[in-house]
């Protein structure tokens, strides 16, 4: 099992950038498809991004951030990163990571992840 720990939120004006970051402990950080999900206030949780386990040659991205948005993984760090990039004022929102062991499908489905961290919080200024 791993503990993930997000950073790298904040304050940012529309059309700037912002890159999280998700670290994780524990063992075989290759062997978790990882996600980034988001919640706004009063809104569900929503799939981002995710990227598959082993070396992450699979990427998923939800229709909204697609071309704005890049995740990717380094496994040597045991972090996964999610490069926010034109950011809007409707990607404000809390953001966690999410992973699930050898997960090879249905990467938006938040209830494929056992493993959530604690979120990071997105804001964007108009």
């Known amino acids: 099992q791993v503990q993930l720990v997000e950073s790298g939120g904040g304050l940012v004006q529309a059309g700037g950038s912002l890159r999280l970051s998700c670290a994780a402990s524990?063992?075989?950080?290759?062997?978790?498809?990882m996600g980034w999900f988001r919640q706004a206030p009063g809104k569900e949780r929503e799939s981002v991004a995710a990227i598959s386990w082993g070396a992450g040659g699979t990427t998923d991205y939800a229709g909204s951030v697609k071309g704005r948005f890049t995740i990717s993984r380094d496994n040597a760090k045991n972090t996964v990163y999610l490069q926010m990039n034109s950011l809007k004022p409707e990607d404000t929102a809390v953001y966690y990571c999410?992973?699930?062991?050898?997960?090879?499908?249905?990467?938006?489905?938040?209830?494929?992840?056992?493993?959530w961290g604690q979120g990071t919080q997105v804001t964007v200024s108009s």
């Open positions: 999410a992973a699930s062991k050898f997960l090879s499908s249905n990467y938006y489905y938040s209830g494929n992840y056992d493993t």
């Open positions: 524990g063992r075989s950080f290759s062997f978790y498809t």
